[in-house]
């Protein structure tokens, strides 16, 4: 069986907790239907709030994904090396 190796996913936080974010998460192309998750607030390298967007991103199969946070100001962080 062959797995998915690489990846780009878009998500939309929905809400969120002090502990956890239930997020919206599309694949890139969109879809027709997204997929949901609830994820721990660690998982993200910067603050969230509702609306925020972020990007899952898996470059190869040796790889773990990292979470990109989409800054207002155009920039992005990540949790790539933690």
């Given at each position: 069986?062959?797995?998915?190796?690489t990846?780009?996913?878009?998500?939309t936080?929905?809400s969120?907790?002090d502990?956890?974010?239930?997020?919206?998460?599309?694949?890139?192309p969109?879809?027709?239907q997204?997929?949901?998750a609830v994820?721990p607030?660690?998982?993200?390298?910067?603050?969230?709030k509702e609306?925020?967007?972020?990007y899952?991103?898996?470059?190869?199969?040796?790889t773990?994904?990292?979470i990109?946070?989409?800054q207002?100001?155009?920039?992005?962080?990540?949790?790539?090396?933690?």
């Amino acid at each position: 069986m062959k797995l998915l190796t690489t990846f780009l996913l878009i998500g939309t936080v929905d809400s969120k907790d002090d502990f956890f974010a239930t997020v919206e998460i599309n694949m890139n192309p969109a879809t027709n239907q997204a997929g949901h998750a609830v994820m721990p607030i660690t998982a993200f390298p910067c603050k969230i709030k509702e609306g925020d967007i972020f990007y899952i991103l898996k470059l190869t199969e040796d790889t773990d994904p990292v979470i990109i946070c989409k800054q207002t100001d155009g920039e992005t962080k990540s949790n790539a090396g933690e």
